[in-house]
Protein backbone atom coordinates (compact mmCIF):
# COMPACT_ATOMS: atom_id res chain seq x y z
CA UNK A 1 0.00 0.00 0.00
CA UNK A 2 3.03 2.19 -0.23
CA UNK A 3 0.78 4.48 -1.81
CA UNK A 4 -2.13 3.86 0.24
CA UNK A 5 -5.58 3.70 -0.36
CA UNK A 6 -5.79 7.16 -1.80
CA UNK A 7 -2.51 7.17 -3.97
CA UNK A 8 -0.49 7.88 -1.16
CA UNK A 9 -0.60 7.89 2.50
CA UNK A 10 0.64 11.89 2.32
CA UNK A 11 -2.44 13.07 0.30
CA UNK A 12 -5.28 12.17 2.97
CA UNK A 13 -6.06 14.97 5.77
CA UNK A 14 -7.71 13.19 8.14
CA UNK A 15 -6.74 10.18 11.03
CA UNK A 16 -7.88 7.40 12.25
CA UNK A 17 -10.74 9.56 14.19
CA UNK A 18 -12.06 11.05 11.31
CA UNK A 19 -11.54 14.64 12.15
CA UNK A 20 -9.28 16.77 9.78
CA UNK A 21 -6.34 17.80 11.67
CA UNK A 22 -5.14 21.27 11.01
CA UNK A 23 -2.17 21.46 9.60
CA UNK A 24 0.95 24.12 10.99
CA UNK A 25 3.17 26.31 8.40
CA UNK A 26 6.38 25.12 7.20
CA UNK A 27 9.57 27.36 8.61
CA UNK A 28 11.32 28.18 5.41
CA UNK A 29 14.70 26.42 5.67
CA UNK A 30 16.65 27.28 2.50
CA UNK A 31 16.61 23.81 1.36
CA UNK A 32 14.29 24.11 -1.36
CA UNK A 33 16.42 27.33 -3.06
CA UNK A 34 19.36 25.45 -2.77
CA UNK A 35 18.01 21.98 -4.54
CA UNK A 36 16.34 24.55 -7.40
CA UNK A 37 19.79 26.42 -7.70
CA UNK A 38 21.35 22.70 -8.04
CA UNK A 39 19.33 21.97 -10.36
CA UNK A 40 19.24 24.77 -12.93
CA UNK A 41 22.84 24.23 -12.70
CA UNK A 42 22.33 20.59 -13.84
CA UNK A 43 19.74 21.67 -16.13
CA UNK A 44 22.86 23.91 -18.13
CA UNK A 45 25.47 22.34 -18.09
CA UNK A 46 23.44 18.59 -19.14
CA UNK A 47 22.02 21.77 -22.46
CA UNK A 48 25.60 22.44 -22.90
CA UNK A 49 26.76 18.49 -22.84
CA UNK A 50 23.89 18.42 -25.83
CA UNK A 51 22.16 15.86 -23.84
CA UNK A 52 18.18 15.04 -23.26
CA UNK A 53 17.05 14.32 -20.05
CA UNK A 54 17.04 10.76 -21.08
CA UNK A 55 20.39 10.38 -22.31
CA UNK A 56 21.73 11.78 -19.40
CA UNK A 57 19.57 9.24 -17.09
CA UNK A 58 20.69 6.42 -19.11
CA UNK A 59 24.33 7.56 -19.08
CA UNK A 60 24.06 7.75 -14.93
CA UNK A 61 21.49 5.10 -14.51
CA UNK A 62 18.41 6.85 -13.60
CA UNK A 63 15.37 7.48 -15.15
CA UNK A 64 13.98 10.85 -17.58
CA UNK A 65 11.78 11.54 -15.12
CA UNK A 66 14.39 11.52 -12.26
CA UNK A 67 16.64 13.85 -13.70
CA UNK A 68 13.90 16.01 -14.74
CA UNK A 69 12.76 16.25 -11.06
CA UNK A 70 16.24 16.97 -9.92
CA UNK A 71 16.41 19.91 -12.58
CA UNK A 72 13.43 21.48 -10.90
CA UNK A 73 14.86 20.62 -7.56
CA UNK A 74 11.70 18.20 -6.59
CA UNK A 75 14.20 15.52 -5.88
CA UNK A 76 17.65 15.96 -3.48
CA UNK A 77 20.31 15.25 -5.30
CA UNK A 78 22.42 12.66 -3.94
CA UNK A 79 25.73 12.90 -2.95
CA UNK A 80 26.64 9.87 -5.64
CA UNK A 81 24.53 11.48 -8.48
CA UNK A 82 26.38 14.92 -7.70
CA UNK A 83 29.91 12.98 -8.18
CA UNK A 84 28.90 11.32 -11.47
CA UNK A 85 27.39 14.03 -13.07
CA UNK A 86 30.16 16.43 -12.75
CA UNK A 87 32.41 14.40 -14.08
CA UNK A 88 30.50 13.06 -16.63
CA UNK A 89 28.91 17.10 -17.96
CA UNK A 90 32.35 18.56 -17.17
CA UNK A 91 31.36 20.72 -14.12
CA UNK A 92 35.13 20.77 -12.94
CA UNK A 93 34.11 19.93 -9.70
CA UNK A 94 30.88 22.39 -9.28
CA UNK A 95 28.57 19.95 -8.61
CA UNK A 96 31.06 18.32 -6.12
CA UNK A 97 31.41 20.98 -4.09
CA UNK A 98 27.70 21.59 -3.37
CA UNK A 99 27.39 17.93 -1.31
CA UNK A 100 28.42 19.16 1.57
CA UNK A 101 25.86 21.83 1.65
CA UNK A 102 23.34 19.16 0.35
CA UNK A 103 23.62 17.33 3.17
CA UNK A 104 23.37 20.34 5.81
CA UNK A 105 20.12 21.88 4.15
CA UNK A 106 18.79 17.77 4.39
CA UNK A 107 19.43 18.17 7.59
CA UNK A 108 17.65 21.27 8.56
CA UNK A 109 15.07 20.71 6.96
CA UNK A 110 11.26 19.55 7.99
CA UNK A 111 9.47 16.89 6.52
CA UNK A 112 6.37 18.45 4.58
CA UNK A 113 4.12 16.24 5.26
CA UNK A 114 0.59 16.58 7.16
CA UNK A 115 1.00 16.68 10.54
CA UNK A 116 -0.97 13.71 11.46
CA UNK A 117 1.45 11.53 8.53
CA UNK A 118 4.92 12.91 10.34
CA UNK A 119 5.26 10.19 12.67
CA UNK A 120 4.85 7.48 10.26
CA UNK A 121 7.30 9.18 7.57
CA UNK A 122 9.68 9.83 10.80
CA UNK A 123 9.41 5.69 11.05
CA UNK A 124 9.51 5.11 7.48
CA UNK A 125 12.92 7.51 7.21
CA UNK A 126 14.20 4.73 10.26
CA UNK A 127 13.14 1.39 8.59
CA UNK A 128 15.86 -1.31 8.25
CA UNK A 129 13.14 -2.87 6.25
CA UNK A 130 9.66 -2.00 4.93
CA UNK A 131 7.02 -4.69 3.15
CA UNK A 132 4.62 -2.81 0.89
CA UNK A 133 0.85 -4.58 -0.07
CA UNK A 134 -0.94 -2.17 -2.86
CA UNK A 135 -4.06 -2.74 -3.80
CA UNK A 136 -5.82 0.02 -5.18
CA UNK A 137 -2.76 2.52 -6.08
CA UNK A 138 0.71 1.93 -6.80
CA UNK A 139 2.98 2.17 -3.63
CA UNK A 140 4.15 6.02 -3.30
CA UNK A 141 7.85 5.00 -3.12
CA UNK A 142 7.37 3.99 -6.60
CA UNK A 143 5.79 7.06 -8.11
CA UNK A 144 7.45 9.21 -10.52
CA UNK A 145 6.67 13.06 -10.32
CA UNK A 146 4.05 12.72 -13.06
CA UNK A 147 2.07 9.65 -11.26
CA UNK A 148 1.85 11.76 -7.97
CA UNK A 149 0.77 14.84 -9.57
CA UNK A 150 -2.35 13.20 -11.08
CA UNK A 151 -3.09 11.01 -7.95
CA UNK A 152 -2.73 15.03 -5.87
CA UNK A 153 -4.16 16.98 -8.59
CA UNK A 154 -7.57 14.70 -8.83
CA UNK A 155 -8.20 13.94 -5.16
CA UNK A 156 -11.46 14.80 -3.86
CA UNK A 157 -12.13 17.49 -2.33
CA UNK A 158 -9.64 19.45 -4.14
CA UNK A 159 -6.40 20.64 -3.53
CA UNK A 160 -5.07 23.67 -4.19
CA UNK A 161 -2.01 24.04 -6.61
CA UNK A 162 0.30 24.85 -3.46
CA UNK A 163 -0.58 21.69 -1.69
CA UNK A 164 -0.27 19.58 -4.13
CA UNK A 165 3.48 21.07 -5.17
CA UNK A 166 4.25 20.43 -1.55
CA UNK A 167 2.78 16.65 -1.68
CA UNK A 168 4.54 15.29 -5.19
CA UNK A 169 7.58 17.07 -3.74
CA UNK A 170 7.43 14.80 -0.11
CA UNK A 171 6.38 11.85 -2.27
CA UNK A 172 9.67 12.48 -4.35
CA UNK A 173 11.68 12.90 -1.05
CA UNK A 174 10.53 9.91 0.85
CA UNK A 175 11.88 7.73 -2.20
CA UNK A 176 15.63 7.99 -1.29
CA UNK A 177 15.28 5.81 1.42
CA UNK A 178 15.83 3.18 -1.65
CA UNK A 179 18.69 4.28 -3.82
CA UNK A 180 20.84 5.19 0.00
CA UNK A 181 23.12 3.63 2.01
CA UNK A 182 22.60 1.14 3.44
CA UNK A 183 18.97 0.66 1.87
CA UNK A 184 16.37 -1.32 3.95
CA UNK A 185 15.31 -4.26 2.93
CA UNK A 186 12.23 -3.53 0.99
CA UNK A 187 9.50 -5.61 -1.03
CA UNK A 188 6.60 -4.64 -2.93
CA UNK A 189 3.74 -6.76 -3.50
CA UNK A 190 1.25 -5.03 -6.09
CA UNK A 191 -2.35 -6.19 -7.61
CA UNK A 192 -1.60 -6.43 -10.85
CA UNK A 193 -4.99 -4.61 -11.77
CA UNK A 194 -2.99 -1.79 -10.04
CA UNK A 195 -0.42 -1.42 -12.88
CA UNK A 196 -3.27 -1.78 -15.96
CA UNK A 197 -4.73 1.49 -14.92
CA UNK A 198 -3.11 4.32 -17.00
CA UNK A 199 -3.32 6.83 -14.51
CA UNK A 200 -2.54 9.85 -16.14
CA UNK A 201 -2.74 8.75 -19.58
CA UNK A 202 -0.50 6.55 -21.74
CA UNK A 203 3.19 8.68 -21.82
CA UNK A 204 2.63 8.66 -18.13
CA UNK A 205 1.60 5.29 -17.57
CA UNK A 206 4.68 4.27 -19.82
CA UNK A 207 7.18 5.94 -17.52
CA UNK A 208 5.89 5.07 -14.55
CA UNK A 209 6.19 1.50 -15.71
CA UNK A 210 9.50 2.04 -16.72
CA UNK A 211 10.42 3.61 -13.08
CA UNK A 212 9.28 0.22 -11.54
CA UNK A 213 11.26 -1.76 -12.99
CA UNK A 214 14.02 0.37 -12.29
CA UNK A 215 13.50 -0.05 -8.88
CA UNK A 216 12.60 -3.80 -9.24
CA UNK A 217 16.41 -4.47 -10.07
CA UNK A 218 17.40 -2.69 -6.67
CA UNK A 219 19.80 -5.73 -5.45
CA UNK A 220 17.86 -4.10 -1.95
CA UNK A 221 14.66 -4.24 -3.48
CA UNK A 222 11.96 -6.42 -4.88
CA UNK A 223 8.57 -6.26 -6.46
CA UNK A 224 6.29 -8.91 -7.06
CA UNK A 225 2.98 -8.48 -9.12
CA UNK A 226 -0.50 -10.69 -7.46
CA UNK A 227 -1.81 -12.07 -10.99
CA UNK A 228 -5.73 -11.82 -11.31
CA UNK A 229 -5.92 -14.65 -12.76
CA UNK A 230 -5.38 -16.49 -9.28
CA UNK A 231 -8.19 -18.97 -8.40
CA UNK A 232 -7.66 -18.11 -4.31
CA UNK A 233 -6.11 -15.26 -2.55
CA UNK A 234 -5.28 -15.21 0.86
CA UNK A 235 -5.96 -11.47 1.78
CA UNK A 236 -8.89 -9.63 0.30
CA UNK A 237 -8.99 -7.29 3.30
CA UNK A 238 -7.39 -4.73 1.91
CA UNK A 239 -3.29 -2.97 1.47
CA UNK A 240 -1.25 -2.71 4.18
CA UNK A 241 2.69 -1.70 5.24
CA UNK A 242 4.92 -3.86 7.55
CA UNK A 243 7.75 -1.47 8.84
CA UNK A 244 11.11 -2.20 11.23
CA UNK A 245 12.72 0.93 12.17
CA UNK A 246 16.14 0.84 13.23
CA UNK A 247 16.37 -0.83 16.52
CA UNK A 248 12.86 -1.11 17.07
CA UNK A 249 9.82 -3.91 16.96
CA UNK A 250 7.60 -4.22 13.76
CA UNK A 251 4.85 -2.27 13.30
CA UNK A 252 2.32 -2.22 10.10
CA UNK A 253 0.21 0.94 8.70
CA UNK A 254 -3.27 0.42 7.78
CA UNK A 255 -5.10 3.33 5.97
CA UNK A 256 -8.70 3.24 3.77
CA UNK A 257 -11.15 6.02 3.10
CA UNK A 258 -8.90 8.63 4.91
CA UNK A 259 -8.81 6.33 7.66
CA UNK A 260 -4.93 5.70 9.14
CA UNK A 261 -3.41 3.28 11.89
CA UNK A 262 -0.48 2.33 12.86
CA UNK A 263 -0.35 -0.78 14.51
CA UNK A 264 1.83 -1.92 16.86
CA UNK A 265 0.52 -4.74 19.18
CA UNK A 266 2.44 -7.96 18.67
CA UNK A 267 -0.10 -10.56 18.17
CA UNK A 268 -1.80 -8.05 14.95
CA UNK A 269 1.80 -7.18 13.63
CA UNK A 270 2.22 -11.15 13.69
CA UNK A 271 -1.21 -12.04 11.43
CA UNK A 272 -0.19 -9.10 9.35
CA UNK A 273 3.37 -10.69 8.57
CA UNK A 274 1.89 -14.06 8.34
CA UNK A 275 -0.68 -12.62 5.77
CA UNK A 276 2.03 -10.92 3.64
CA UNK A 277 4.59 -14.37 3.57
CA UNK A 278 1.27 -16.25 2.32
CA UNK A 279 0.13 -13.24 -0.21
CA UNK A 280 3.63 -13.10 -1.64
CA UNK A 281 3.82 -17.32 -2.21
CA UNK A 282 0.94 -16.75 -3.90
CA UNK A 283 2.56 -13.67 -6.35
CA UNK A 284 4.49 -14.46 -9.42
CA UNK A 285 8.91 -14.22 -8.51
CA UNK A 286 10.15 -10.66 -8.90
CA UNK A 287 11.42 -12.68 -12.21
CA UNK A 288 8.70 -13.22 -13.43
CA UNK A 289 6.79 -9.96 -12.12
CA UNK A 290 9.58 -7.92 -13.79
CA UNK A 291 8.83 -9.64 -17.48
CA UNK A 292 5.12 -9.20 -17.12
CA UNK A 293 5.82 -5.04 -16.14
CA UNK A 294 7.90 -5.80 -19.38
CA UNK A 295 4.86 -7.62 -21.07
CA UNK A 296 2.78 -4.84 -20.65
CA UNK A 297 5.06 -2.05 -21.73
CA UNK A 298 4.78 -3.43 -25.38
CA UNK A 299 0.80 -4.05 -25.26
CA UNK A 300 -0.25 -0.30 -25.89
Sequence with gaps: MGAGGGGGREDQGRGRDGERRPEPPEDADGATDLFRAIGKQVKLLRERAGLTQKELGDRLGYGEDQIGSVERGRRT???E????ADELLGAGGLLKAAKDDVVRAKARARVKHPAWFRDYARLE???VELH???TLALPGLLQTEGHARTVFASRQPLLDEETIEQRVSAR???QEILTRWPAPLATFTIEESVLRRPIGGWDAHQGQLEQLLRFGKLRSTELQVMPMDREE????????ILLTPKGRQQVAY????NISRLVTGPEEVRILAARYSSIRAQALTPRESLTLIEKMLGER
Excluded: C, I, K, N
Excluded at 81 to 84: A, G, I, M, S, V
Excluded at 254 to 257: C, D, G, H, K
Design 77 to 79: PLP
Design 254 to 257: LEVQ
Design 125 to 127: AEA
Design 172 to 174: LAR
Design 233 to 240: HPSLGGPF
Design 81 to 84: FLDT
Design 132 to 134: DYS
